[in-house]
């Protein structure tokens, strides 16, 4: 690896696409760097750079570009192939084709100019959720964190955390970085964006998610979820999981009480889904890119 390479990944963030791809390519980051990877991380919107920690710019050429967002990077990555950099983009579907192509779930046929790599072995998961001993639940399963994404993009949080409540559960709505604070109540706690949301999901009994990067974390942590998908993309990996019998249900409609039998059944299976490992796996596809 040449020293002065460097690798750069571009993001993108917003309430329409939610906050997952930042969040994740954060991660990313942080990752390559320990591993002595240089690294520049910049948001492809002003949306997104504003939720990106600062940090002291690389000189010189980046040798890779990452690319994560599900939408508006085609000319980017044809600018950046004609800048003769190697470009690897994260769960893309678009036109434009990369030389790397590494995807959680094909939702669509799959491309790339060299290789993909596809499955929920990619999936990142944080240091902040990979550090955390999964926590043993209690018989009770009454305490309940409704975290649906950063954006909350179908506005269900309220309603299924006010469903909850009337059925006796204790109940924490947090909201994700990309929603208005904008709403009391006191029938259930309501946190905006906490530090230590890592400790908060896994101290709960069970959880309402979305089926982006907040369900991964429960799937990872033995977390029996329920998942309310906000895209058709959402729904396709909830549905995959719910025929692994690894989440409670889907589907704002269909949740209702369950059973001690489910949530530990849900517990177990959802954990072998993913083993934490997907940090790893891209490290060792971008140092031999290197």
Same mark, same amino acid.
């Given at each position: 690896?040449?020293?002065?390479?460097?690798?750069?990944?571009?993001?993108?963030?917003?309430?329409?696409?939610?906050?997952?791809? /930042?969040?994740?390519? $954060?991660? &990313?980051?942080?990752?390559?760097?320990?591993?002595?990877?240089?690294?520049?991380?910049?948001?492809?919107?002003?949306?997104?750079?504003?939720?990106?920690?600062?940090?002291?710019?690389?000189?010189?050429?980046?040798?890779?570009?990452?690319?994560?967002?599900?939408?508006? $990077?085609?000319?980017?990555?044809?600018?950046?192939?004609?800048?003769?950099?190697?470009?690897?983009?994260?769960?893309?579907?678009?036109?434009?084709?990369?030389?790397?192509?590494?995807?959680?779930?094909?939702?669509?046929? +799959?491309?790339?100019?060299?290789?993909?790599? +596809?499955?929920?072995?990619?999936? $990142?998961?944080?240091?902040?959720?990979?550090?955390?001993?999964?926590?043993?639940?209690?018989?009770?399963?009454?305490?309940? /964190?409704?975290?649906?994404?950063?954006?909350? &993009?179908?506005?269900?949080?309220?309603?299924?955390?006010?469903?909850?409540?009337?059925?006796?559960?204790?109940?924490? +709505?947090?909201?994700?970085?990309?929603?208005?604070?904008?709403?009391?109540?006191?029938?259930?706690? +309501?946190?905006?964006?906490?530090?230590?949301?890592?400790?908060? &999901?896994?101290?709960?009994?069970?959880?309402?998610?979305?089926?982006?990067?907040?369900?991964?974390?429960?799937?990872?942590?033995?977390?029996?979820?329920?998942?309310?998908?906000?895209?058709?993309?959402?729904?396709?990996?909830?549905?995959?999981?719910?025929?692994?019998?690894?989440?409670?249900?889907?589907?704002?409609?269909?949740?209702?009480?369950?059973?001690?039998?489910?949530?530990?059944?849900?517990?177990?299976?959802?954990?072998?889904?993913?083993?934490?490992?997907?940090?790893?796996?891209?490290?060792?596809?971008?140092?031999?890119?290197?």
């Amino acid at each position: 690896m040449n020293e002065k390479s460097f690798v750069e990944i571009f993001c993108d963030g917003n309430p329409i696409i939610g906050f997952g791809h /930042i969040r994740r390519s $954060i991660a &990313l980051a942080n990752f390559l760097t320990k591993q002595n990877i240089f690294v520049k991380l910049s948001g492809l919107s002003e949306d997104a750079t504003k939720y990106l920690p600062q940090s002291d710019y690389v000189t010189g050429k980046a040798q890779i570009c990452i690319f994560d967002s599900m939408i508006g $990077i085609d000319s980017r990555i044809a600018e950046a192939k004609k800048k003769g950099k190697i470009t690897v983009t994260l769960d893309w579907f678009g036109d434009t084709v990369a030389d790397i192509n590494i995807v959680v779930f094909p939702h669509q046929e +799959v491309k790339a100019l060299k290789m993909s790599y +596809v499955g929920f072995e990619n999936i $990142i998961i944080r240091d902040e959720i990979l550090s955390l001993k999964p926590k043993k639940k209690n018989t009770g399963w009454q305490n309940v /964190i409704v975290s649906i994404g950063g954006a909350d &993009l179908l506005k269900q949080s309220y309603q299924v955390a006010e469903f909850l409540c009337n059925r006796d559960f204790k109940v924490t +709505v947090v909201q994700g970085p990309l929603t208005n604070p904008n709403l009391t109540t006191k029938s259930f706690h +309501v946190l905006h964006n906490p530090d230590n949301f890592p400790e908060i &999901l896994n101290s709960c009994d069970w959880a309402v998610t979305n089926g982006g990067g907040c369900l991964f974390e429960t799937l990872f942590l033995g977390i029996p979820s329920f998942v309310l998908p906000q895209t058709p993309f959402e729904w396709r990996i909830a549905n995959f999981a719910a025929k692994k019998n690894a989440i409670l249900g889907a589907g704002i409609e269909n949740i209702r009480d369950f059973s001690n039998e489910e949530f530990e059944v849900v517990s177990k299976n959802g954990m072998n889904l993913i083993d934490g490992q997907g940090l790893r796996r891209i490290y060792n596809i971008i140092k031999e890119l290197l």
